[in-house]
């Protein structure tokens, strides 16, 4: 079975300082990877993914991943956050064979300090 | 486009009352998918449609819940009889036919039962 394992559970960091969101999966075949963010009070809303190509992929507020398949992560980082990034993000996979099915990871909290 | 459309944003009740959630889809959107999301479980997969059929309902609480797609354009999610413990924030989202594609989230609806 497919699990998506998100180790920090809150991430508290200063403004403008590099952050990085850890993010492993497990899965027996390849998958689809992405992130998502939920800003307060909002629904969740796709940050990044990664399909195939370039292993390391970009949104467009500054965020990067990197799929590395020999550790099977994909962490999130952005080299100087701002106040505005405050908010869950999840990491989440998708199975080639499943089609639908997307298994979220448990989410980890970013707080920004001023 | 309007995105994913849920309604009512904010519920109510008392417990043992029904409650009926609503969500109309993305046009074109072929799989639609309910999660409920509290502080103490996170992010939760009730059940899944792909094409109007439920196809994964395990993430179902108990008999209590049950969820339906009469078309392609509309879904309710329904608590009978609703119980304190189901207060929640209760997400639609659904997703095109593509393989790997992104979830679109709606608002959601925050549930509260007294």
């Known amino acids: 079975a497919q699990s998506v394992t998100q180790l920090d559970s809150q991430v508290p960091v200063f403004e403008e300082a590099p952050v990085e969101l850890r993010c492993n999966y497990s899965?027996?075949?390849?998958?689809?990877l992405f992130w998502y963010v939920q800003y307060p009070n909002q629904g969740l809303q796709l940050l990044l993914k990664?399909?195939?190509?370039?292993?390391l992929v970009e949104s467009i507020n500054g965020f990067e991943a990197e799929f590395n398949k020999s550790q099977t992560s994909f962490h999130l980082r952005k080299p100087s956050v701002h106040i505005s990034d405050t908010a869950e993000y999840f990491c989440?996979?998708?199975?080639?064979?499943?089609?639908?099915?997307?298994?979220f990871g448990s989410g980890t909290r970013l707080s920004i300090r001023p | 486009d309007a995105g994913v459309i849920q309604s009512p944003r904010h519920e109510v009740t008392e417990m043992g009352q029904e409650v009926t959630l609503r969500c109309k889809p993305i046009?074109?959107?072929?799989?639609l998918f309910w999660y409920r999301q509290t502080m103490m479980r996170g992010l939760e997969l009730l059940i899944y449609?792909?094409?109007?059929?439920?196809?994964?309902d395990s993430g179902m609480p108990e008999d209590r819940f049950s969820a339906k797609m009469p078309n392609a354009s509309f879904s309710t999610l329904k608590i009978q009889p609703s119980e304190p413990r189901d207060s929640a924030v209760y997400f639609c989202?659904?997703?095109?036919?593509?393989?790997?594609?992104?979830?679109?989230f709606g608002p959601g609806t925050r549930l509260t039962v007294l």
């Open positions: 449609f792909n094409n109007n059929v439920p196809i994964d």
């Open positions: 046009s074109g959107h072929n799989s």
């Open positions: 989202a659904s997703s095109p036919p593509a393989s790997g594609s992104e979830q679109f």
């Open positions: 899965s027996s075949v390849s998958v689809y």
């Open positions: 990664y399909l195939s190509g370039s292993t």
């Open positions: 989440a996979v998708i199975q080639y064979s499943s089609a639908s099915k997307i298994i």
